[in-house]
């Protein structure tokens, strides 16, 4: 499994985020469908296979966590709303926050410095439901991409213009530079080139761009500050 609920704080996490905490509790993390008991698996940096979750004693019943396999494997050729709506859980919202410590002037953690403790989102993801709030746009490009025909499902993300998937995420063109005047989420194939480390930046080439006599000459680069 790619997310499940953090016990303490009710709030759903990419098994990816594991990444980025401290002291993973091997305890600490349940099923977003039914409650289960699941182990974050493979998250130290040094594994080879991506962090995920496992559900070592099983699923409880009704979980529509494990039906989602065979979903997104009929989603790949069809739309699967129905007139219920979206059949699966999916991410609704962007909310991004900091979760790295917050020290004090002497450097000792603060005691609402943890993540579980800084809870900004409300008491609706304590119960299993159907829409949840994302902390990466990990979670919310998956659901993108393995639900090509129901792309018209609710989505918000603080400063981007749209209000469903279809919306918010955009393709790049694919032959020339264009300026966008509005925000979304671009796309776009990543070239073959190495990745460009310069200072504070790093910068990946895409695959997009303007193009002459079949050369790339103005590829579109994404510029990811990594400062801090
Ligand atoms: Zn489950």
Redesign the pocket.
């Known amino acids: 499994?790619e997310s499940a609920r953090d016990k303490c704080t009710g709030e759903i996490i990419d098994a990816e985020q594991l990444w980025g905490i401290e002291r993973v509790d091997p305890l600490g993390y349940?099923?977003?469908?039914?409650?289960?008991l699941?182990t974050p698996c493979s998250y130290r940096l040094e594994n080879k296979v991506r962090p995920y979750f496992s559900?070592k004693n099983?699923?409880?019943d009704n979980?529509?966590?494990?039906g989602e396999a065979e979903l997104v494997k009929r989603a790949q050729k069809q739309r699967v709303s129905t007139r219920d709506g979206f059949p699966a859980s999916f991410p609704d919202r962007l909310v991004l926050r900091d979760t790295r410590p917050v020290a004090d002037a002497d450097g000792t953690p603060t005691a609402a410095a943890s993540a579980k403790e800084r809870r900004t989102d409300g008491a609706s993801d304590v119960r299993p439901n159907r829409h949840w709030a994302a902390q990466t746009i990990r979670p919310i490009c998956r659901i993108f991409l393995n639900y090509p025909y129901d792309r018209d499902i609710p989505l918000s993300i603080p400063g981007i213009t749209g209000g469903t998937y279809q919306h918010i995420f955009h393709s790049l063109k694919s032959s020339r530079i264009i300026t966008y005047p509005e925000p979304h989420l671009f796309y776009a194939p990543i070239s073959w080139k190495a990745l460009l480390t310069e200072g504070d930046y790093l910068e990946i080439q895409l695959n997009y761009g303007e193009w002459k006599e079949r050369k790339l000459i103005h590829p579109y680069r994404v510029k990811v500050s990594w400062r801090n």
Do not use: I
């Open positions: 499994m349940e099923c977003r469908g039914c409650g289960a699941v559900a099983g699923h409880n979980c529509d966590v494990e």
